[in-house]
């Protein structure tokens, strides 16, 4: 089964405004924590946001918010105010036995956003 | 003063061949990992090492070998190169012990792209 799956392969918004790129992730693990990753197309990997299990209150870094529904299992990334130069791959990762265990990230498939001016 | 740096940027190579890729961090941090991205953009954990010792190891094929001499390196050494290797490949670390804010953030460097002709 799929541990995070992103169902948007491609996005598009208008400069300005805001855009909500899904993310939703499987475990049964208590302990876990969430990631965004952006790759602009010149393929490096850029943290953008984190939000762990335990956190009671949304992440939030300057124009990026996670929204996060425990029960629903998704943490959505909300961006606002698009630029062009948010255009780029995003990608949800999910660490799971936050502290032990397997310390690796579990990547979904990413969603390609593009955004007009 | 790159965090995480890996070297070479590009790599074109023939089947059959040896090469190695060399990656190295200056944060101080003491888990470092390997991850393979394919031409779909997936990513993907191959290897992870926290202090010198090999804590995950996928299922890869046994061409790929790591090694880490010390904390802050960790090379990817493959064998009899397939065209299947041809990917990007990323180095990244974490600091695992005594997280400072929790999250376990994963720096990663540039990325390695081989091509297998």
């Known amino acids: 089964a799929q541990k995070i799956t992103q169902t948007q392969p491609g996005m598009f918004v208008q400069e300005k405004e805001a855009v909500t790129l899904d993310c939703t992730y499987d475990?049964?693990?208590?302990?876990?924590?969430l990631f965004w990753y952006k790759q602009p197309s010149s393929g490096e990997m850029i943290f953008l946001i984190y939000q762990g299990s335990y956190d009671q209150q949304n992440a939030t870094e300057g124009r990026y918010s996670l929204n996060f529904q425990k029960a629903r299992k998704s943490a959505n990334l909300v961006i606002s105010a698009s630029q062009l130069g948010d255009s780029a791959m995003y990608f949800c990762a999910m660490r799971e036995g936050m502290g032990t265990g397997r310390r690796a990230l579990t990547f979904g498939s990413g969603t390609r956003l593009q955004v007009q001016p | 003063d790159t965090a995480v740096s890996q070297t070479p940027k590009y790599l074109v190579t023939q089947m059959g061949n040896d090469k190695s890729i060399k990656c190295e961090q200056n944060?101080?941090?003491?888990?470092m990992y390997w991850y393979k991205q394919d031409s779909k953009k997936f990513l993907k954990i191959m290897f992870s090492y926290n202090n010198k010792e090999l804590i995950i190891n996928e299922t890869v094929p046994n061409r790929f070998s790591p090694k880490s001499p010390d904390k802050a390196h960790l090379n990817l050494h493959i064998n009899s190169l397939e065209l299947g290797d041809s990917a990007v490949y990323f180095c990244?670390?974490?600091?695992?012990?005594?997280?400072?804010?929790?999250?376990?953030?994963?720096?990663f460097g540039p990325g390695t792209r081989l091509t297998v002709t």
């Open positions: 990244a670390s974490s600091q695992e012990s005594a997280s400072r804010d929790g999250t376990y953030e994963q720096y």
């Open positions: 475990t049964s693990d208590p302990s876990y924590g």
């Open positions: 944060l101080g941090h003491d888990t």
